[in-house]
C-alpha cells in the first residue's frame, strides 16, 4: 500500500522547458490537490480536484494546468517553466485527513 | 490571499522550554487540523480540533480551539529536539483545503 506517490522526485528545468509531475494515489479518495512549498513557507495551494473529470483553481494557478483522467491519477503541468517556479511541489489526497507524497523538488535556471 | 496567519513565522528555544504557536483567521472555521512537516518530508495530521472551545491533548502537545472558532493555539511543554519541525495549521474551505503560513520551530539540546 504506497498511498500517495509522486514522480519525479527531482528534476532541474531550463527556462521555457515543460513538465509534467504525477500524482498516483491507492486510496480511493475523491480529492487531491497540488501544493508549492517555498522555504521558510507553508503550503500554496495551485489546483484541486474534487474527483475524476473535474478541476478546480486554487490560490496560485497562474504558470500551472491539471487533469484527472482516472480517478488515481492528477498532473500537473508546467507549459513554459519560469525561475519563479522554483519550489518544491507536493500532492495530497484528502478524506478526514490530508496525506501527501514525498514532494518534488524542482529546479528551473 | 493567506486566509491563515500562523505565527511566530520561527521559533528557536532550548530542550525543556515551553512554547505556544497561533493560527488566526478573518474567517469562522467549521474544523482546523494541525500539521508537522520534517524536512523532506510531506506533512502528517498531528489532531484536528471541531468544537469552539474545545483542548485536545497529545502526550506535551496541547491544541485548543477559540471559541468563536477563528483561531486556534498549539502548545508545547518541555520541548525536546524531536519537536522541532515546520508545523502547520490547516481549514476546509468548501472544497479547498488551505494551510496556514506555517511555524518553524527549532528546539535545541
Known amino acids: 500500500n504506497a498511498g500517495v506517490t509522486q514522480t519525479p522526485k527531482f528534476r532541474v528545468l531550463k527556462t521555457g522547458q515543460s513538465m509534467t509531475l504525477l500524482c498516483a494515489q491507492d486510496?480511493?479518495?475523491?480529492?487531491m490537490y497540488w501544493y508549492r512549498q517555498d522555504p521558510g513557507m507553508g503550503l500554496r495551494l495551485i489546483h484541486y480536484?474534487?474527483?475524476?473529470?473535474?478541476?478546480a483553481k486554487g490560490e496560485v494557478p497562474d504558470g500551472y494546468n491539471v487533469s484527472r483522467l482516472k480517478k488515481q491519477n492528477f498532473l500537473l503541468g508546467l507549459e513554459s517553466a519560469a525561475p519563479s517556479q522554483t519550489s518544491v511541489y507536493f500532492c495530497?489526497?484528502?478524506?478526514?485527513?490530508?496525506?501527501f507524497g514525498q514532494g518534488t523538488r524542482l529546479t528551473v535556471v | 490571499t493567506q486566509l491563515l496567519e500562523q505565527s511566530p513565522q520561527f521559533l528557536s528555544i532550548q530542550e525543556g522550554e515551553n512554547l505556544t504557536v497561533y493560527c488566526n483567521s478573518s474567517s469562522v472555521f467549521s474544523s482546523l487540523q494541525w500539521y508537522r512537516q520534517e524536512p523532506g518530508e510531506g506533512p502528517v495530521l498531528l489532531v484536528t480540533v471541531v468544537t469552539g472551545g474545545e483542548v485536545k491533548k497529545l502526550k506535551r502537545l496541547t491544541f485548543q480551539f477559540g471559541d468563536a472558532r477563528k483561531d486556534s493555539s498549539l502548545h508545547i511543554t518541555a520541548a525536546q529536539p524531536g519537536d522541532t519541525g515546520l508545523y502547520l495549521c490547516?481549514?476546509?474551505?468548501?472544497?479547498?483545503?488551505?494551510f496556514g503560513t506555517g511555524t518553524r520551530l527549532q528546539v535545541f539540546p
Open positions: 495530497a489526497t484528502w478524506w478526514v485527513e490530508a496525506f
Open positions: 486510496m480511493n479518495h475523491e480529492y
Open positions: 490547516a481549514m476546509a474551505n468548501t472544497d479547498k483545503l488551505i
Open positions: 480536484s474534487v474527483g475524476e473529470g473535474t478541476t
